[in-house]
C-alpha cells in the first residue's frame, strides 16, 4: 500500500465546511438581491490575467525561465502589491498571474469590451482574488470580494446611488452603518488654496493613515512635510467634521471645508448636491456624515471617496470602501472611462456578523426528513418527498435502514440542524404518517402528507 | 502618456459580458435550489493545492528553482492530466498547483475533516477549475464544474438518490434526459465468469469508447486484447440493452446480463433494487435504462456507474456523469470512504440549452426603471424607486438628466432589456406618474405608486 499523503490545505488558504459555507452564501444571496434590486447586473472575468494586465504595465523582465515567485527577488524595486502576486509562466512561455483584486481586472475588461456595453454601466462582481499576504496579520491569502461600480456617468445621482446601495445592502444584514464621506477634488483644492499643491500624493497618504496612527503621529508626519504652520491648516480641516454632534452636521462641516478651501467650488457644490439627495430620499441623520479626513490613500480616486463604518463596531474599520475615479481604464485605452464604485471585504464582514450575533440563523438548507424504515421502501420515501417539495418544503431521505434504532436517525436529523422528520408507516405514499418535533421531542401521529405541509407550513 | 496595454485575456479564459453571467447566475442558481432540496449543503476548498496533493503521490522532484509548466519538460512521464496542470512555486517554496477538477480536492477535504463531518454526507460544490487544455477541441482553460456525493454510505438508496436528483435538477431546467446506467462490479463479474479478469482495465476503457470509436473499431481492440471467442461474449453483454425497444427494458437487460455474468448475486441484486426504487419514485419509463455498454474509464468507480443523455440532443454526449467508488480518499485517509457522486458540465449543460432555444428568458433583474427628469430630483427618485423595491418589484434609476430628450432614456433602458419606465411629475414622490411599456410604446398617464405596483405585478 502506498504512503499516506498528509491531508492539508496551503498557509493562509481556507476549506469551508456546510456551516460556514451555507453563511456565506446566504450572505452573499441577501447583497446580490440588493444589488441586483438597484438594476446592477452581473459579469465575471478570468482568474489567471496576463502579468502585465495586473501589474499595468509593460514587463521588462518576465520571469525566467520559471516562477517569480511573490516576494522573491524577480522583481527588484517592485511594490508591495507585486511581491504579493501569484505570478508564474505558463506552458506557453506566458507571464501570467492571479487576479489580486477585482478593479484591475474590471479596468482591463472595460477597456476590451466598451463597445458592446450600454453606458451608464452598473455591474457588480463577486469572486475570489489571490495574494501572499503575511498571514501572521490574520489576513487570507485567498479571500471573496465583491466589488459593484457605475462606469460612464459623472453624474451626482451616480455617486449617490453607490452610497444608497451601501446603506441598503448592509440594512438588509441588520447592519446599522454610517457611511463617512469626503472628496478628494476640494481636499486637492484645499492644498492649492494653501500653496501645497506639489505634495498632494503624501500628504493624502499620511491623513488616510491617521485612524491607525493617531493624532499625534500625523501632526508629526505632516510637518515633516508641509511645515508648522501648514499642518495647523491641514488639521483644522480634516478636524472640521470632528465638533461636538450638533456642531458637526454635514452642512456644518461642509460650510467649513468649503471656506477653508477658497470659498464655493464644483467639488463643494458637489457635496451639498449628495447633501440635498440623502434628505429628499430619506436617510436618517445618522446614516451620512461628511468627514474630511478619509482620503483613500488610493491613487485613482479623484472625486468623492468614502468608507462605512459599523454604529455597534466601529473599531472593526471600514467594511465598505471606494470613490470617484475620472479614468478607470487609462492603461488600457485611450477612452476615459469615468465612474464610481465599491468593495466589499466578505470575510471582513462576516467576521463582524459573528462579533454582532447578526449571523443569519442557519443550519441545513432543508427542514424536514424522511426516516428510512424499510431500505427496499427507499423509491416510495423519495415519493413522498417530492409531495414536500412540490410545496415549497425542502425535504430529504435518510439512506441508512433504521434496523429498529430510529433513534439514530433522529440524532442524525438533529446533527444536520433539521427540525422535523416524517415517519412513514407502513403504506408510505397513502397511510397515516407521524411527524416528530426534533427540538421538542414530541411525535404527532395519523397525518396526512396536507396536515403535515399545513403543519410545517404554519411554524 | 505611458504607452496603451493592450487589453486581451489568456487563451482558453473567458469575460462573461453581463447577458451571458446573468444566465449562467440563474442556472446554477435553479441547479442549486434543486440540490439543497433534497438536504444537499454546500463547501468549499482553496483553487490552490499542494502539488502532491492533487497529483495524488508523493512527488519525488519538485519543480526546480520555479514552474513545471503544464505539458513543459519538467514531469518526464507524466500523465495527460499532470501535464495539463499549472503548476508552480510559490513564493515560500511550495510546490503548488491549481486545482484541475473538484474531485481529488473533496477526498483530501474528507479525509482532512472526517472528525467534523456527519455520515451520510451529502455535500455539492459548485467553482472553478482549471487546465492547460488543447484550446482547438473547443475546450476552456478555466471553468465550472458542479459536483454533488453521498459520502460514507454504502445503500442503493444512495446510488439512486443521485440518479433521481439528477433528473429533477435537469428537468427544472426545462431538459428531458434519459439515464443510462450499469454496474462496474457486475461487468467484472462477466469478466471474471468468461476467465478475463485480468484484463479488466483494459477492456473497461476501450469499451467506454465505443460511442466514439463505434462498434467496428471497438470489435478490433477487444480482439486484440481478449481474443475472437472472448470478443463475442463481450458484445453479447455490451449490447444486452441494444435491442427493439420492447426487448430492451431495464428489466430484460437485467436478466440477460445477469445470466451472461453467471447467474444472480450482489451486483445484479443491486441493478433489481434501483428498478424497483424507480417504479416506487413515478419515474417514467424512459428516465432510466440499463446500458451494459457504459463502464466511465475511470479507475476508481467500483459500482453503479451512468451518463445522462439529453432527449432532444443525444448527440452532444453525456452532460451528467458519476457513479460508486468504494474507497473516495485512500490516498490521503487510512479509513475507506464510500460514496456515490455525479459532476454537471455547466458550459455543455448551457451550450445544450442554447442549441434547444431553452435558455431561461433573461434580459436584466430590473424590469422597471424611474426616468430621470431634473438631476437635482435625484434622491427623489431614489425614494420612489424604494417604494416599488419594497414591493418586491427590482426598480433602478436613470442617472443621467434627459435634458428635454426622454427618448434616449427610452433607448437606454430598452437596451437594458427593461419592460417599464416611471415617468416622474412635479412631484415626484406624491404627485400622479406616467409608465411606459417599452415594448408596447404606449404611455398611461396620472398613475399612483400602487395603481403602478398593481400593473407591473399583473403583467
Known sequence: MAAIIEPRVLKGFRDFLPPAEMIRRIITESIEASLRSFGFVPIDTPALEYAEILFGKSLQNPPSPGV?????????????????????????????????????????????????????????????????????????????????????????????????????????????????????????????????????????????????????????????????????????????????????SFENTLERITALSGGPSPESERLAMLKRFMNDSGAGSGDFSLDPSITRGLDYYTGVVFETFLTELPDIGSICSGGRYDNLAGLYSKNCICGVGSSIGLDRMIAALESLDKLPAVSGFSVAAIACIKQEDSGLYQALAAKFRQAGIPCEVLLEPASGQLVKQFVLAEKKGLRWIIIPGENPLNGPLTIRNLAGRKNIEGLSVDDIIAMISDF
Not at 478593479?103 to 489571490?130: C, D, M, N, S
Not at 438588509?172 to 478628494?184: E, Q
Request: proline share 3%.
Open 68 to 248: 517569480v515567485p511573490p516576494g522573491g527577488s524577480g522583481t527588484p524595486g517592485g511594490s508591495e502589491t507585486e511581491k504579493q502576486i501569484y505570478r508564474f509562466t505558463d506552458s506557453g512561455g506566458r507571464d501570467v498571474a492571479l487576479r489580486f483584486d477585482l478593479t484591475v481586472p474590471f479596468a482591463r475588461y472595460a477597456a476590451l469590451h466598451q463597445q458592446e456595453l450600454h453606458f451608464p454601466f452598473k455591474r457588480y462582481h463577486i469572486g475570489k482574488v489571490w495574494r501572499g499576504e503575511n498571514t501572521q496579520r490574520g489576513r487570507y491569502r485567498e479571500f471573496t470580494q465583491c466589488d459593484f461600480d457605475i462606469i460612464g456617468s459623472d453624474s451626482p445621482a451616480a455617486d449617490f446611488e453607490i452610497l444608497l446601495m451601501i446603506r441598503s445592502t448592509l440594512q438588509s444584514l441588520g447592519l446599522d452603518v454610517t457611511i463617512k464621506v469626503n472628496h478628494r477634488g476640494l481636499f486637492n483644492r484645499f492644498l492649492s488654496h494653501i500653496g501645497l499643491e506639489g505634495r498632494s500624493v503624501e500628504i493624502l497618504r499620511t491623513v488616510d493613515k491617521l485612524a491607525k496612527t493617531g493624532i499625534d503621529v500625523t501632526r508629526e508626519s505632516l510637518i515633516a512635510i508641509a511645515g508648522e504652520a501648514n499642518t495647523q491648516k491641514l488639521l483644522e480641516f480634516i478636524s472640521a467634521g470632528r465638533g461636538s454632534a450638533a456642531d458637526n
